[in-house]
Antibody, heavy 123, light 111 residues
């Protein structure tokens, strides 16, 4: 059974940093790209970032480019999101999601999601 | 960015009756590889989203056959042939042909 467990969320002041983690199990982690997707309170879904299976290639939504960094440690079956220069509009539930395609793809889709970790940016 | 527009915002359905919802994209979702990367997700109350349909019309593992996806180009539809109580939640379409974007969602409730 695929399991994705996020952690690291919390209350942080604007301009500060936070690092999210996602522990993966139930599948061969280094066979798949991984993603972060967020959902602001009462709002819809927004894709945030992708990292390739080997950690070499990354992509970001324009809203976080230059502030967030995605990474992974395949030896630890873990995904990370380093969030710097946080703003109020980064407040959201952050989901870790597994890519649907074995080995990665030129397109993006997700088949399994974690339960999310909540980030609140407020003074 | 490709804008995904879902209608209606909400649906109230009697169990056993059909339901249908629409998703329109601001640009064609036909990829140069010949595939169309349109997905449907269901977010049940208090849960994370779950994949229902991939590439317009293919049901994900374990998804009941009452969920039917169709469409092409910029216009897509998700139909539930006979709504059950467990189908309540918010349905999101998402395009993966370009950097992914989601529709605003259609909320399905039971009468």
């Amino acid at each position: 059974e695929v399991q994705l467990v996020e952690s690291g969320g919390g209350l942080v002041q604007p301009g500060r940093s936070l690092r999210l983690s996602c522990a993966a199990s139930g599948f061969t982690f280094d066979d798949y790209a991984m993603h972060w997707v967020r959902q602001a309170p009462g709002k819809g879904l927004e894709w945030v970032s992708r990292v390739s299976w080997n950690g070499v290639n990354t992509e970001y939504a324009d809203s976080v480019k230059g502030r967030f960094t995605i990474s992974r440690d395949n030896a630890k079956n873990s995904l990370y999101l380093q969030m710097n220069s946080l703003r109020a509009d980064d407040t959201a539930l952050y989901y870790c999601a597994k890519d649907r395609i074995y080995g990665g793809s030129h397109t993006i889709s997700f088949d399994y999601w974690g339960h999310g970790t909540r980030v609140t940016v407020s003074s | 960015d490709i804008v995904m527009t879902q209608t209606p915002l909400s649906l109230s359905v009697t169990p056993g009756q059909p339901a249908s919802m629409s998703c329109k994209s601001s640009q064609s979702l036909l990829h140069r590889d010949g595939k169309t990367y349109l997905y449907w997700y269901l977010q049940k109350p208090g849960q994370s989203p779950q994949l229902l349909i991939y590439e317009v019309s293919s049901r994900f593992s374990g998804v009941p056959d009452r969920f039917i996806g169709s469409g092409s180009g910029t216009d897509f539809t998700l139909k539930i042939s006979r709504v059950e109580a467990e189908d309540v939640g918010v349905y999101y379409c998402m395009q993966g042909t370009h950097l992914p974007t989601f529709g605003g969602g259609t909320k399905v409730e039971i009468k």
